[in-house]
């Protein structure tokens, strides 16, 4: 059995040797059947990527995901926001690989809430409200705060900052996409050249003196113009507003839950897990917890066809 997870950037598969990640955007036609080809088995699958605007709408997008991982995998199961095992194409597959995480954690860590930081968004999941997070779209989730659409590596700086105080003046913000969160946590040494997996804005390197020149351009100026320190205040600036947004919808979550401690996975794991004070699941179930929904969603069928 493996696990996917097809989100609109990132393609996920977990198997029995391990985690495999791929860049695959959507939106840019990546050969996503290409890449399913090297793996074989039966497989229990997720989606986020039907909302990619390539498709016209999510049920075209789950429709197109459906096609192209059956063309592969033939039997391939697709898990939906019902909780249930769909073999066709169904309105519930709709960004439903959230739930699959909350759906193989719940009993162990019922006292739990989740928070999943991956490239592009949070997921904050109370485990222990597992029946009323049933059926709950995206759009529900971001009105109760159970989505927050930030993350470590893809999102515009400018989303997130209006200005930033430069020496003391306030200085509003270009609205262009020169800086993403990824060259933000590099310059900060939250991640590793390596863990930027998403392009650069400008396709450029991925360095920190690139990263630094990209973080300047976010007021319109050369590095030179504002120096090192100044291009690392926007970083600290757009940490600090990141890291608020998602800690008070963890915080909102588990007041309403009455859960007791964070449990926390994806690429900002350990991170979050040091701001927040909570326990990373990689020191729990290990790597394949930076691709939980495919472990996860794997797990919960195999849970399944034993009975259990």
Not at 48 to 62: H, N, P, Q, T
Not at 117 to 141: H, M, Q, W, Y
Not at 160 to 184: I, W
Not at 185 to 194: K, M, R, T
């Amino acid at each position: 059995m493996i696990g996917i997870d097809i989100g609109g950037a990132n393609l996920k598969v977990v198997d029995d040797a391990g985690v495999h990640i791929h860049y695959c955007p959507l939106w840019q036609g990546a050969p996503l059947a290409e890449l399913l080809e090297q793996y074989a088995g039966p497989a229990a699958v997720v989606m986020s990527g039907e909302l990619a605007d390539c498709f016209a709408s999510k049920i075209e997008g789950i429709r197109w995901i459906v096609g192209a991982v059956q063309g592969v995998i033939p039997g391939a199961a697709f898990y939906g926001t019902d909780a249930a095992f769909h073999t066709r194409p169904v309105p519930a597959l709709a960004a439903a690989n959230w739930l699959a995480s909350a759906d193989y954690l719940r009993e162990e860590y019922a006292d739990a809430v989740l928070l999943d930081v991956g490239s592009t968004t949070a997921d904050i999941i109370p485990l222990n409200c597992f029946e009323n997070l049933k059926g709950l779209t995206d759009t529900r989730r971001l009105q109760k705060q159970y989505l927050v659409y930030t993350g470590m590596l893809r999102t515009n700086v400018a989303t997130l900052l209006s200005s930033v105080t430069l020496d003391g003046t306030v200085t509003p913000v270009s609205t262009e996409y020169f800086a993403a969160s990824a060259d933000a946590h590099l310059v900060l040494g939250h991640i590793a050249p390596e863990d930027y997996t998403s392009p650069a804005p400008d396709n450029g390197e991925k360095t920190a003196e690139a990263a630094l020149r990209r973080l300047a351009r976010v007021v319109c100026a050369d590095l030179e113009e504002i120096g090192r320190e100044g291009a690392l205040e926007i970083a600290r600036q757009f940490w600090e507003t990141q890291r608020t947004l998602i800690a008070r919808a963890v915080e909102r979550a588990l007041i309403q839950s009455g859960a007791g401690r964070v449990i926390t996975a994806g690429i900002g794991s350990d991170l979050f897990s040091r701001e927040l004070g909570g326990v990373t699941l990689e020191g729990e179930i290990g790597e394949v917890s930076d691709a939980l929904p495919a472990y996860a969603v794997r797990e919960v069928a195999l849970r399944r066809a034993d009975g259990n």
